[in-house]
């Protein structure tokens, strides 16, 4: 499945590239991560506990960074075992430019699944992805722009 979306962040393009680049950020902003460790040069390696439908997971496994064209865009790619849940894997190719109101992130996902998971039916699994996606980057939105009110402006 694909999912595409893009958001305006209240930022430069540097300070949303380094978000983008940062291990505590994307632990933070990845629902339900209990684990992210490593850096961008060599993966990160994550542990993820979610529930989808009835199927409570927890799945192990990495992240990737290629394709990278800092400050520009870049490939983001994961993929974890859930083990008798069967596994997840995705890739978000993540684009920046510069607009009058800080940076335009623009995102184009897609995911599959596997094994216990597969069986939930296709509409389920699109709307899950949906909401981890949305998810994940409002968390963003906010880990780089700070809660709201917190900008100074009047």
């Given at each position: ?54 199927v ?16 520009n ?7 974890g ?74």
């Open positions: 499945m694909e999912l595409t979306g893009s958001r305006t962040i209240a930022a430069d393009r540097a300070t949303v590239w380094a978000h983008l680049n940062s291990a505590d950020t994307l632990a933070a902003c990845i629902p339900g991560c209990e684990e992210l460790t490593g850096s961008p040069e060599n993966g990160f390696d994550a542990v993820v506990k979610q529930k989808v439908g009835p409570k997971a927890t799945f192990k496994g990495g992240v990737t960074l290629s394709d990278i064209d800092a400050p865009s870049y490939r983001i790619a994961g993929e075992k859930g083990g008798v849940a069967g596994f997840a894997k995705g890739a978000a190719f993540v684009t920046l430019a510069d607009n009058d109101e800080g940076t335009e992130l623009t995102y184009e996902v897609e995911a599959k699944v596997g094994g216990k998971l597969a069986s939930l039916g296709s509409r389920l699994i699109h709307g899950f992805a949906r909401k981890m996606t949305d998810q994940f980057f409002e968390r963003f939105q906010e880990a780089v722009e700070g809660p709201a009110g917190e900008t100074g402006e009047a």
